[in-house]
Every structure is written in C-alpha cells, then in structure tokens.
C-alpha cells in the first residue's frame, strides 16, 4: 500500500522556508585560555533590529527597512577583553541590550539613544538571557545572578542581586518563559535545571528518575534551549557531544509521577550533528533545529538490513559525497510537534551554523556562521491565512 503524503499549512516552513540575504559579521577571536566561552554575538531585539558584533565593534540594523544600512553602536575598548555575548531586552525593554566580553564587563546600551546606560564587571560570563524585568547571567563555575535592568545606577543594581550556584559547570544557556514565571538553564557537562521565579532558589524536581530523584540530563554539553509557546507545560533541550553528535530532548515540566512522565509522542531523536540552536513557530505546531557539521564519516560498509523510511526520518535527505556524512550538517531541520515527524531540512552554510535568532514576529530566522563572516537572513513561517467564510450568494447557491 502506498503511504500517504503528508500536506502542510500554506504558512508551514515546508513551503515558506528561503534565503532573504546576508549580513557581513565576524567574531573576535579568543584572546588567553580564560577565553575559552563559545560566543555568539547577535540578537533580534523587539524593536525589530537585528544587533552583532564586528570583531569587538557592535552594529544593529532595521530590519524593517530593506535598504537601511547597518550602524555602529559601540565599541569594546582592549581593557574589556572581546566581544561575546550579545542579547537584546524583552518586551518591557524593547530597545534595551545587554553586551558581554571575555575579561566579564556587562554593559547596558539604549539603540535608541545609542547610549551605555550601566556597566559593571564580574569574573565571567558566559550566557545572558532576560525576562520579565530580568537579566539571568550565568558564569564559568555555574553561579546564577539575577539583576533587575529598571535600576538607575549599579549600586542599586547589585543591592538588588539575586545569587544561587546549583550547577556544576559552565553555563551555555538560559531561557525565561515568555510569561516570565520560569527560567531554564543548560550547562556544559549536560544538566538542565528549570527554576520557579517566586522560589528562585532551588530548582524543581523534573525530568527522569536518577538515584532517586528527578533529573534532566544530556550526554554532551547543553547548546540550546526553547519552552513551548502555546503547550506552556513543554521544554525542548538540544546537546552538543564530542563526537559531534546532538540530542533532541521533550520535557513535560509539569510531570510529577512516572505516569505523568509517559507521552505517546517522542521525547528524545539522537542525531548525527551537533544542535546548536532551537525555535518554536509562533504560528503553527512546528520546531526548528540548526546544526553543526557533524560526525566524521566513519568506514564504509554495507548494513545487513536496509533501513526505511519509517526507522529514518532523513532517509529521502540525500548524503553529501565530501568529507561529511551528516544528512543535516550545516542545515536547518524543521520538525512537527509535539509528533517530532520530519518536515523539512536544508543546508544554509557550507560552515558551522553556530547559532541562530528568531525575529519577534517568528517570520525570518537569522542563522550565525561565523567562519563564513556571515549573518544569513532567511524566511521561515509565513502568515497564517484565516479561510474565508462562504458568501451569502454562494451559501444561497449551495441549498
């Protein structure tokens, strides 16, 4: 029997997902050992601009206007060590960025104004994230600090600074919900933990049973974060592991039993490439993914038994003849959720696609390829299309 073809909304990255175009951009280079943190300097603010780094200069550009030129926004001086982290406010500072380098200065800038509205210094930082009057950092031994951005000086700043250390290495990622009740963070040896922001204290007890108690917990290192945005109760985590390889990972964080914890749809894909970065559509039930360029091929050999599609969600993706056997290096992957099927995928670089930002209104993507000195522009959802009610005329017609 032949199986049948899936269909896809109008507004479905399977008919929408293109280049737009490309933004010059490079990352400064790591400086001593200290300034082992992977950067990826670049966000989409609420204001619709796109801000990044040149090197140690930071530039933004409008988005909304095709012809606008990007502009300078500041420069980090050789005391402050390299640009590293670039984020832009939420929607309660949509015109407020928070910048990071190597040697841990923290700068607040205003794109309006093009003012630095606050500085201060820690010993590192390696991931920034904001949410409901929030700025989350996380640093190098695995130390939250969480900082109110509405003070108007950094003594009052840091008088109001919440601390609390539960990780046990490096922060890579943070992300609040969008209703600003919970954080979830990542670390570099593979733990995820989810914090409630009226007890900011202690994490909450999700996830696995491991020795007794629940946990979250990947192979490699911890590279992207996504909560759901219309099934609140949903977390997805994507890994990064030294053999190149990444994991895709669904948690119900409102699981308090194992028969909770149950899902007819899938809760973990392993993949052959590294997930660095991941979106939910605003707009239809969909997950992007990017990724690295994945496993070294391994020997050729002939597998005993032929895989199908049904076991190969990418077994239609044809295999790159070079040095890379990944069927999705270098490539977006688009998947339906919460079935986790297969949408579509495309190669966006020829490089490491080390990141990527999703612009509030969740229509275009900008993918970071850094060893391309490239920001690349791309259309994913499109508009959703109400269908027209039948007119009176055709409605008559029809009885």
């Known amino acids: 029997m032949t199986p049948v073809e899936p269909t896809y909304?109008?507004?479905?990255?399977?008919?929408?997902?293109?280049?737009?175009?490309?933004?010059?951009?490079?990352?400064?280079?790591?400086?001593d050992a200290g300034d082992s943190a992977p950067a990826s300097p670049v966000s989409w603010s609420q204001s619709n601009a796109v801000v990044f780094g040149r090197g140690n200069r930071v530039h933004y550009k409008n988005m909304a206007d095709t012809e606008d030129v990007a502009q300078q926004l500041c420069k980090m001086t050789s005391s402050c060590g390299n640009l590293r982290l670039v984020r832009c406010g939420g929607q309660d500072q949509p015109n407020l960025v928070a910048l990071a380098t190597s040697n841990g200065w923290i700068q607040l800038w205003d794109i309006v104004s093009k003012k630095m509205v606050m500085n201060w210094k820690?010993?590192?930082?390696?991931?920034?994230?904001?949410?409901?009057?929030?700025?989350?950092?996380?640093?190098?031994?695995?130390?939250?600090r969480h900082y109110d951005p509405r003070a108007t000086d950094s003594t009052k700043l840091k008088e109001q600074l919440k601390k609390v250390t539960r990780h046990q290495g490096r922060i890579l990622n943070g992300a609040w919900k969008e209703d600003g009740k919970f954080l979830a963070t990542g670390d570099q040896n593979g733990l995820v933990l989810v914090w409630d922001a009226r007890r900011p204290r202690v994490p909450l007890e999700v996830g696995e049973m491991v020795q007794r108690r629940r946990k979250m917990q990947h192979t490699g290192a911890v590279t992207a974060l996504?909560?759901?945005?219309?099934?609140?109760?949903?977390?997805?985590?994507?890994?990064?592991?030294?053999?190149?390889?990444?994991?895709?990972?669904?948690?119900?964080?409102?699981?308090?039993?194992?028969?909770?914890?149950?899902?007819?749809?899938?809760?973990?894909?392993?993949?052959d490439a590294q997930v660095t970065s991941l979106h939910f559509s605003p707009h239809i039930r969909e997950l992007l993914s990017t990724h690295g360029p994945g496993k070294l091929p391994p020997a050729p050999t002939t597998p005993s038994t032929p895989i199908t599609p049904i076991d190969d969600p990418f077994a239609s993706v044809p295999i790159h003849t070079d040095a890379i056997t990944s069927r999705i290096s270098n490539s977006v992957v688009v998947h339906q959720f919460p079935t986790?099927?297969?949408?579509?995928?495309?190669?966006?670089?020829?490089?490491?696609?080390?990141?990527?930002?999703?612009?509030?209104?969740?229509?275009?993507?900008?993918?970071?390829?850094?060893?391309?000195?490239?920001?690349?522009?791309?259309e994913v959802w499109g508009k959703f299309k109400a269908p027209k009610p039948p007119s009176l005329y055709e409605t008559c017609a029809i009885r």
């Open 226 to 271: 996504a909560w759901c945005p219309w099934q609140s109760k949903y977390l997805v985590t994507g890994d990064s592991t030294n053999e190149c390889t990444g994991t895709i990972r669904v948690w119900d964080v409102n699981a308090v039993d194992d028969n909770a914890t149950s899902s007819e749809w899938p809760t973990k894909i392993e993949l």
């Open 340 to 378: 986790m099927r297969h949408v579509t995928n495309v190669m966006v670089a020829k490089k490491n696609v080390a990141g990527s930002v999703l612009s509030p209104n969740g229509h275009r993507i900008v993918f970071s390829v850094p060893e391309e000195s490239q920001l690349k522009v791309w």
């Open 122 to 144: 820690l010993k590192s930082v390696t991931s920034l994230c904001f949410g409901e009057n929030m700025l989350t950092i996380g640093d190098e031994k695995g130390t939250l």
């Open 9 to 31: 909304a109008s507004h479905s990255a399977y008919h929408v997902l293109r280049s737009v175009n490309n933004i010059d951009y490079s990352v400064a280079p790591a400086g």
